[in-house]
């Protein structure tokens, strides 16, 4: 799984917890028996949800910081071709910048 598509998992659950707070705060005057059930799955799927969040926010950072070590050493081990990258990735967005 890319860093990218695991930042819109992460994005998407954050969404799908609001909703079901959300839902769960509305219902909570609605009486029954089988309301309840529904209300006390709907409140363990939350906190499943929840724990699993925290997990892919977790391996998200994790892959960031890993990358950002690896950038690190190359830039260490390589500097001069380091420099040639970043003058070339300048010359490239100046050249499209000012064809606008």
């Known amino acids: 799984m890319t860093i990218p598509s695991t930042e819109r998992i992460v994005e998407d ?4 917890v609001e909703d079901a707070e959300l ?3 509305d ?3 609605l009486a029954g028996e089988r309301v309840d059930e529904a209300r006390g ?3 363990e799927s ?10 892919l926010e977790e391996e998200v950072l994790g892959k960031a910081r890993d990358a950002a070590k690896d950038a690190e050493r ?5 500097p001069w ?6 003058a ?3 010359l490239i967005i100046g050249v499209l910048t000012s064809r606008r």
């Not at 071709?81 to 970043?86: E, I, R």
Request: charged share 25%.
């Open 13 to 16: 659950l954050r969404r799908v």
């Open 23 to 25: 839902l769960l705060r």
């Open 27 to 29: 219902t909570a005057s």
């Open 41 to 43: 799955r709907a409140a």
């Open 46 to 55: 939350l906190h499943a949800a929840r724990d699993r969040l925290a997990m």
């Open 74 to 78: 190359y830039v260490r081990d390589n």
């Open 81 to 86: 071709q380091s420099v040639g990258l970043a």
């Open 88 to 90: 070339g990735i300048g």
